[in-house]
């Protein structure tokens, strides 16, 4: 079920864009690229109800013109980025952008300014270390003018750990985030250089120690604006909104061992240019695109864009085609609730981009099974408002499983059912989801 829960009008922001998180208190947090009291943007927060709210309007000295969504620290505090703005100017003439943080209720303090020495142009999540710390990337900038990987701490400290460069094999131009890996290290992307010119996949350490695992090649990955996904089997997943089959945007894995392969090229009447990945509960990959599906024509930049799932395998299926010019630029979050929050930076009742929620029926996933006296417990993965049976057999044999207790309607994201054991000698259990 898909439902529009909220349209921009402009003065509380215009073009939304990145991936929403949700917050410890249950509500959703963003930023929109425009609007707002001074023009350049808002950080806004959402009620799951449609109620929204303006907690921050940017401006051209505090930064203006974010690109990506905002990460809660373990303080409680949101953590962002601004692309553009601030004191310093790049030698176009362009804000060098800051990194800013902003509180539950509000109150906006830049922790550092860019000023193209350090970095120039985040145009990326940050991602808090084990430290404390926050990590990005920036586009541009740095020694050699190719984009940056930096640290800020809470208190603004700010330090440029790496400068990517033209002539280094490493890549150049990190667009995408940083993910958290092992040990306390990073995996990302560039969406330039390696060995073949499409970027590459690095690993870095807390200290900015790189080391490129992967050459990207077009056809087997691309370098990515989005965040690397760790998969429940231990590898990397991407989308790459370039290459594949058609040239329309992929999803590749990199195993732990540095294997790099496509899992699913995207065709255009499924999608073209696939804006990041989100792994759910029930094992798959959720995301949108930006074009494709209703309206593609063969063209590239044609059709109006989707939501899409992919298997591990490579199994896209088309969940939604958008019918109007929307251009989603941005994740998919699949809140507490099961359900899957997303935006589009145009589109909704006034042009101005809008907020929505796509509920999907999962297969559920048992999370625990537990047992006290004769009393045995389950809890499994849901999706709030669909409705679960919990049904038991003897034996694998047996083809009539029987209902135990009544169906369960979840409220949120997990459901849970008990029973009393009875005299048989076993009982195997499972969970259905009801029509």
Known sequence: MYTNLVSFVGTNG????????????????????MGGAFGGGTVFKLVRDGTLTTLASFDITNGCGPHAGLVQGSDGSFYGTETFGGVYTDQAGL??????????????????????????????????????SFYGTTTDGGQYGYGTAFKVT?????????????SSTSG????????????????????AGGSCGCGSLFQMT?????????????????????????GADGSWYGAGDGGGAYGLGMIYRVTPKGEV????????????????????????????????????????????????EATPA???????????????????????????????????????????????????????????GNTVSLTWSAVAGQTYQVQFSTNLGQTNWL????????????????????SDPQRLYRVVLLP
């Open 261 to 308: 392969s496509t899992t699913a090229s995207f065709s255009g009447t499924n999608g073209e240019l696939p804006r990041g990945l989100t792994q759910a509960a029930d094992g798959n990959f959720y995301g949108m695109t930006a074009y494709g599906g209703i309206g593609y024509n063969g063209q590239m930049f044609s059709g109006y864009g989707t939501i899409f």
């Open 95 to 132: 804000g060098c952008g800051a990194v800013f943080k902003i509180t539950p209720e509000g109150l906006l303090t830049n922790l550092a300014l860019l000023n193209e020495t350090n970095g120039a142009h985040p145009s990326a999540e940050l991602v808090e270390g084990t430290d404390g």
């Open 14 to 33: 215009d073009s939304p864009i990145g991936t929403l998180v949700q917050g410890r208190d249950g509500n959703l947090y963003g930023v929109t690229q």
């Open 403 to 422: 209902n135990l207790g009544s169906p369960v309607t979840a409220t949120d994201g997990t459901a849970a059912a008990s029973a009393v054991i009875e």
């Open 154 to 166: 809470p208190a603004g400290e700010f330090t440029c750990l790496v400068s990517f460069n033209l």
């Open 314 to 372: 490579g199994v896209i299926t088309s969940l939604i085609s958008f019918t109007n010019d929307d251009w989603a630029f941005g994740g998919l979050l699949q809140a507490n609730d099961g359900s899957f929050y997303g935006m589009t930076r145009h589109g909704g009742d006034y042009g101005h981009g809008r907020v929505f929620r796509l509920s999907v029926p999962m297969a559920p996933v048992c999370r625990v099974m537990a047992q006290a």
């Open 172 to 191: 150049y131009q990190p667009w995408g985030p940083l993910s958290p890996g092992d040990n306390g290290s990073f995996y990302g992307t560039t969406r």
């Open 206 to 230: 807390p200290e900015g120690a790189l080391d490129t695992l992967v050459s990207f090649s077009c056809t087997n990955g691309v370098g990515s604006m989005f965040a690397l996904v760790r």
